[in-house]
């Protein structure tokens, strides 16, 4: 089974920067759509951002457009997130997996979750 491992998260300033990393164990990952997700404290787990299998096409929720960034290395089997100008609403336990589907159906995804990388934003 297919596993991915998150990490890069923290604790951080509003206004300020992080890079999250997701490493794919699958040989396949450049034929797989990949996204990331989050969930908030009390908040239902949501869709954040999603890449295409070679990069040609992203697409975002309207919370982090213009402010995150999602990017492949498929020889790396790794996707990326660049957040900026993070808000404290962006505290959440992030999340990436595999895409069944292209464009994203909410947060339905290819195989299990992992243990996602935690974000804290402080005011």
């Known amino acids: 089974q297919v596993q991915v491992v998150e990490s890069g998260g923290g604790l951080v300033q509003a206004g300020k920067s992080l890079r999250l990393s997701c490493v794919a164990s699958e040989r396949t990952f450049e034929n797989t759509a990949m996204a990331w997700f989050r969930q908030g404290p009390g908040k239902e787990r949501e869709f954040v951002a999603a890449?295409?299998?070679?990069?040609?096409?992203?697409t975002y929720s309207d919370s982090v457009k213009g402010r995150f960034s999602i990017s492949r290395v498929n020889a790396r089997y790794t996707v990326y997130l660049d957040m900026n100008n993070l808000k404290p609403e962006d505290t959440a336990v992030y999340y990436c997996?595999?895409?069944?589907?292209?464009?994203?159906?909410?947060?339905?995804?290819?195989?299990?979750w992992g243990q996602g990388t935690q974000v804290t934003v402080s005011s």
């Open positions: 997996a595999r895409l069944p589907y292209w464009p994203p159906r909410g947060t339905q995804i290819m195989g299990s």
């Open positions: 890449i295409w299998r070679n990069s040609g096409q992203t």
